[in-house]
């Protein structure tokens, strides 16, 4: 399996959504649309989101036929002791407040 990390053209209102996305928020409606501008360059393709509360995968597809529904990281792609390590390594980095808030 080959797997491609990239971003594609997005319009203003999805920038806006991704810097919203980089801050934890986690809109449903937006990874619809991505999955969908995704779809239109890349079948099949799945869908890779870090969120303060644990990482999603899952195929364009589904996302976009599903209202923007998205499954946790399943443990057959990685372990949850080295998904645990990156997702706090992450909340370091990308999510200081909702590494705060854990530990409050």
Not at 70 to 85: F, G, P, T, V
Request: glycine share 2%; net charge negative.
């Amino acid at each position: 399996m080959d797997l491609a990390v990239f971003s594609p053209p997005l319009s203003d209102s999805l920038r806006h959504k991704q810097k919203e996305h980089s801050r934890g928020m986690f809109f449903p409606a937006e990874m619809k649309d991505i999955a969908e501008i995704t779809l239109n360059t890349w079948d099949p393709s799945w869908l890779f989101v870090a969120t303060p509360s644990g990482f999603l995968f899952t195929p364009c597809r589904f996302v976009a036929d599903n209202k923007g529904q998205m499954w946790q990281l399943s443990e057959n792609w990685a372990e949850k002791r080295i998904q645990d390590k990156y997702l706090e390594l992450l909340k370091d980095f990308e999510f200081p407040r909702a590494s705060v808030a854990t530990t409050t």
